[in-house]
Each structure stands twice: as structure tokens, then as C-alpha cells.
């Protein structure tokens, strides 16, 4: 099993672009959730999905859209990226939508907005 | 909404020091998960912590809840350069209760 996915790893944007952030998972997961890691705050949730066709907003969602037509993927996107979007950014999946299930962490992509 | 407040934020220990973060919460939490986060790399799953007053232990590093399930530290003992990291403490989110809320977490930078 390859885990969490995420595509790319780096990326440079210019204010105003557009883009998608790609996460899969090959553990049949039904949670899957996006987090964005900035210096001093910690994990912050953006996004988080708990099946396929069912999404919702997490604690900072502005500026982000989601979509979860599968089990496995779970793309984030960025509709016109700003500096303040500029962040490291982790999709993480559990097997179900609880908290005592643990979290399984991609590899990151960091961002940076210019 | 739900906070965990994690302190300290950053702590430099010389090799073979010991190493405590805090983790506190202003309302109890029915569980609470540790990660660690090496440099450059991504949160890995340490342990999840479940009962009031439970104690767990990996080698060289402690877990505790409160008996309030309101608090819970890491206490390493003897640290090495391989503990070198950001610990962060995750406990259940207010309205969404399947989310997980972190901490801030604590840096740990070692000297050899």
C-alpha cells in the first residue's frame, strides 16, 4: 500500500492562479481531510469529507473548494490563490469519521503564493 | 470553538536531558492523540489515549491523561537526536466531533 498521495510536493503561484492539489489513498479510508500548516499555528483544518459525494467545511475554508467523487481521491483546489494561502499543505484519511480513529498523514505539498 | 492549548512551544535539551509538553483542554475530551513530526517530514501517528488517568509508554517516551480527561503530557526520558521534532497533542473538535482539533505543538531541538 502506497498510503496517502499527495501531488505536487512543491509549487510556486502567482496571486490570482488557479490550481488543484491532488490526494489519493489506497487504504479504503471514508475519511479523508485537508489540513494547511503554517509557522507558531499549528494544524489547521480546511476541508474534510467523510464519504464519497459528502463534504464539508472545516475551521479556515475560504478561498478553498473540495470535491470527493470517489473513495480514493480528494483534490483540493485553490480558485484564485493569494499570499496568505502560501502555507505547507498535508491530506490526511482515517478509516471512518471519529476520533479515535488515528490520522494517516501524505507527504505535504508546499505552496508559496508570490 | 474547541481549543487545545499545547505548551511549551519550543524546548532545546542536551542529549540525555529529559523532555515534558503539556497539552490542556478547557472541556474534557472523551480521547486525545499524540504526533510527531520529524524535520521536513509529515505528523505520524504516535498513541491515542482514551480512559481517565491512563498512563501508556513506548520505550523511552510516557503518555499520561488526566483523571479529568481535560489534560495530557509526553515526558521522554533521556532524549536522543533521533527525538528531534514538533510533538503536537489532537483532541476531538466541538460541533464536529469526528475531526480532530491539534495543538500548536511543541518544537524539540536536541544537542549532541
Known amino acids: 500500500n502506497a498510503g496517502v498521495t499527495q501531488t505536487p510536493k512543491f509549487q510556486v503561484l502567482k496571486t490570482g492562479q488557479s490550481m488543484t492539489l491532488q490526494c489519493a489513498q489506497d487504504?479504503?479510508?471514508?475519511?479523508m481531510s485537508w489540513y494547511r500548516q503554517d509557522p507558531g499555528m499549528g494544524l489547521r483544518l480546511i476541508h474534510y469529507?467523510?464519504?464519497?459525494?459528502?463534504?464539508d467545511q472545516g475551521e479556515v475554508p475560504n478561498g478553498y473548494n473540495v470535491s470527493r467523487s470517489t473513495t480514493e481521491d480528494f483534490p483540493l483546489r485553490l480558485l484564485s490563490a493569494a499570499p496568505s494561502q502560501t502555507s505547507v499543505y498535508f491530506c490526511?484519511?482515517?478509516?471512518?469519521?471519529?476520533?479515535?480513529?488515528?490520522?494517516?498523514f501524505g507527504s505535504g505539498t508546499q505552496l508559496s503564493v508570490l | 470553538g474547541q481549543q487545545v492549548m499545547q505548551i511549551p512551544q519550543y524546548q532545546h535539551v542536551q542529549e540525555g536531558e529529559d523532555f515534558t509538553t503539556y497539552c490542556n483542554s478547557s472541556?474534557?475530551?472523551?480521547?486525545i492523540q499524540w504526533y510527531k513530526q520529524r524535520p521536513g517530514g509529515h505528523p505520524v501517528f504516535l498513541i491515542q489515549?482514551?480512559?481517565?488517568?491512563e498512563v501508556k509508554k513506548q520505550k523511552r517516551l510516557t503518555f499520561q491523561f488526566g483523571e479529568a480527561k481535560k489534560n495530557s503530557s509526553l515526558h521522554i526520558t533521556a532524549t536522543q537526536t533521533t527525538d528531534v521534532g514538533t510533538y503536537f497533542c489532537?483532541?476531538?473538535?466541538?460541533?464536529?466531533?469526528?475531526?480532530?482539533?491539534f495543538g500548536k505543538g511543541t518544537k524539540l531541538s536536541v544537542k549532541p
Open positions: 489515549l482514551v480512559k481517565s488517568g
Open positions: 487504504m479504503n479510508h471514508e475519511y
Open positions: 489532537a483532541g476531538p473538535g466541538g460541533g464536529s466531533q469526528g475531526n480532530l482539533i
Open positions: 472541556t474534557t475530551l472523551s480521547n
Open positions: 469529507s467523510v464519504g464519497a459525494g459528502i463534504t
Open positions: 490526511a484519511s482515517s478509516y471512518s469519521w471519529s476520533t479515535n480513529e488515528k490520522l494517516f
